[in-house]
């Protein structure tokens, strides 16, 4: 135990001075996450920041291009090669083609370079030639930094609060009755193992679907080339006392340890340790939609997910990190393009109200942090109609099936807490208001030279991500 974390943090320190020794030397590099449950909108959110950022006409809110600073942006080969890269080039074509079209769910970690060469600001400017700014983009499911709560957790600790929590639960029925009829102490079985294991990711999968966000160990989920090995063979049972020897109780018990050791350590110090700027997009209209339930759900699952990102909380990643710390931390509320611009305030407010607690302990912690509605990529117009003699604001857009609608999604709160309070208090659904969610299209476009994609404050974004260093 003590071994391996000596281990860790020594790698950590030789990396740590590896990377300043090239950024000091050479160019500086900035590592932006971009992370979210899924369907958040993280695909869309890179392949339009990166178009916009290749073709800056949209991008008046990015200071440097703002002030005409930036000579250059040009897609380079990443510097990881392990990585898969993000395919940029499909996910655009599919967004801005003919037949636009959404891009298809990821499953995996993936990663692109975007390198800058910048003009410097100020008293300089004249005297300095050009720099090279690298952007790392890394595009990682949310889901996994939930995990993280596994490190400090026994498997019987788990098993006894997952089973806890879901055990009220319509979706998991199937997987509680399979597993109440098994004996944890009865001799190890493989077949039995891989069903309650498929049992158990089944219903991942399923209260996925049904808006819980709550659904760890979050490589069941995308397992990719894991599928089907023991690292994701197991599931919570219900045990009592001392695992014995050979028993099921004992095997479930290794698997669990083994995934945090080989699947979520590594990916904590892999990926999320070199992290400098990271975004966190949240589909909050979605969850407004759903309804309370879904809306106080993802509220948990947030101070979860941010947990990781206050040093301090967890002792191995901790003295992994040594003191490394993101630096600035972006909330985003995603696919604003749903609302009237008059609405946004109140999604922002939303948005800083649902990661409050979260965000208090972030700035503790010394990151900056910040929370904004955006649209990564347009899809609607916005238009004043009058219903029964009121006039109401909507926007309008092209539905899936080709058909144009113009939708009003009904009027969010300007005080935050007559959402939350009534998510937090258990509310089966919203008092006098509905919030309809409609799927519209990507629109067709025809890009003039020199603009990106239309979107809905993602130069502020950009601004606030990664400005400074530019
Ligand atoms: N109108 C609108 N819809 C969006 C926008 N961004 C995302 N969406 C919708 O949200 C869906 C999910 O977006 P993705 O970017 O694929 O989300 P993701 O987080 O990468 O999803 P996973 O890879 O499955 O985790 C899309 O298919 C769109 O329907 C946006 O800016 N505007
Ligand atoms: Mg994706």
Not at 279 to 296: F, M, N, Q, S, T
Request: proline share 6%; charged share 25%.
């Amino acid at each position: 135990m003590v071994i391996s974390s000596m281990a860790d943090s020594l790698v950590r320190g030789m990396e740590s001075v590896g990377d300043s020794v090239s950024e000091a030397l050479f160019e500086p590099v900035i590592r932006l996450g971009v992370t979210g449950l899924a369907r958040s909108g993280k695909t869309v959110f890179i392949t339009s920041l990166v178009a916009n950022l290749l073709d800056r006409g949209r991008m008046p809110g990015l200071v440097a291009q703002h002030e005409g600073r930036i000579n250059a942006a040009y897609l380079q080969p990443q510097p990881d090669d392990t990585v898969p890269r993000f395919d940029y080039e499909n996910h655009l074509a599919a967004l801005t083609g003919p037949n636009p079209h959404w891009p298809e769910s990821t499953r995996a970690v993936s990663e692109l370079r975007l390198s800058f060469k910048v003009r410097p600001a100020g008293l300089l400017s004249g005297l300095k030639g050009p720099r090279t700014v690298h952007l790392d983009i890394v595009d990682y499911p949310g889901e996994w930094l939930l995990d993280l709560a596994l490190l400090d957790k026994s498997y019987d600790d788990w098993s006894t609060e997952t089973l806890n929590r879901i055990t009220e639960r319509a979706e998991a029925q199937e997987f509680l009755a399979q597993a109440k009829a098994v004996a944890p102490e009865a001799k190890h079985d493989e077949p039995v193992a891989q069903s309650l294991a498929q049992a158990f990711s089944g219903y991942l999968n399923t209260a996925r679907d049904a808006g819980f966000y709550d659904c760890t160990p979050g490589r069941f989920l995308l397992p990719g080339d894991l599928a089907g090995s023991p690292v994701l063979t197991f599931a919570p049972l219900p045990v009592e006392g001392v695992a014995t020897r050979n028993s099921l109780h004992r095997e479930m018990a290794r698997r669990y340890e083994a995934y945090k050791l080989r699947v979520v350590k590594p990916f904590f110090r892999e990926h999320f340790a070199r992290i400098d700027r990271q975004v966190v997009l949240v589909d909050a209209l979605g969850a407004i939609h759903k309804g309370p339930k879904a809306v106080e759900d993802m509220r948990l699952a947030m101070g979860d997910i941010l947990s990781a990102f206050r040093p301090g909380r967890n002792a191995w990643l901790s003295q992994y990190l040594l003191g490394k710390r993101v630096e600035r931390i972006l909330f985003a509320a995603t696919k604003a393009d749903h609302l009237h611009h008059l609405q946004h305030p109140r999604l922002t407010s939303i948005m800083e109200a649902l990661t409050r607690d979260a965000r208090d302990r972030a700035s503790f912690a010394g990151a900056e942090t910040s929370a904004v509605s955006l649209a990564a990529l347009r899809a609607t117009t916005e238009e004043m109609r009058t219903h029964e003699g009121v006039p109401l604001a909507c926007v309008r857009g092209t539905l899936l099936d080709g058909k144009q609608a113009a939708f009003y999604p009904g009027e969010l709160p300007e005080d935050p807490a007559h959402l939350l309070g009534a998510a937090r208090s258990g509310a089966e659904s919203w008092l006098g208001e509905d919030y309809g969610f409609m799927s519209f299209a990507p629109a067709n476009l025809t890009l003039r030279s020199g603009d990106g994609p239309p979107h809905i404050r993602l130069d502020r974004a950009a601004q606030f991500l990664i400005g400074d260093r530019l």
